[in-house]
């Protein structure tokens, strides 16, 4: 079994900056990817950065330019960092890790990211 905590976030001014980051604990099987997902509300959740095990960067057309996603392999751990925040970038963040080899996700339990004047 794998734990995923997440720290960061909060209320941040429009314009601002924040920092997620997330620590992977227990049994990771293998090959894995670790990215961050959010869901703001009424919405389905959805893929905001991910960075895969040979160290590629994917990112959500909205927050490119913008949002940063950096992984330690040594630590098991993954960070977000948010700039030049917007309100629309509102939702609940969410640490994910995805094993390759099992296919199996794992989540954390979310942080509220508010972004608000």
């Known amino acids: 079994q794998v734990q995923l905590v997440e720290s960061g976030g909060g209320l941040v001014q429009p314009g601002g900056s924040v920092r997620l980051s997330c620590d992977a604990s227990g049994n990771i099987f293998g090959l894995y990817n670790m990215g961050w997902y959010r869901q703001a509300p009424g919405t389905e959740r959805e893929l905001v950065a991910i960075?895969?095990?040979?160290?590629?960067?994917d990112y959500a057309d909205s927050v490119k330019g913008r949002f940063t996603i950096s992984r330690d392999n040594a630590k098991n751990t993954v960070s977000l960092q948010m700039n030049s925040l917007k309100p629309e970038d509102t939702a609940v963040y969410y640490c994910?890790?995805?094993?390759?080899?099992?296919?199996?996700?794992?989540w954390g339990q979310g942080t509220q990211v508010t972004v608000s004047s």
């Open positions: 994910n890790l995805y094993e390759l080899w099992t296919q199996q996700d794992y």
């Open positions: 960075a895969s095990q040979g160290r590629r960067t």
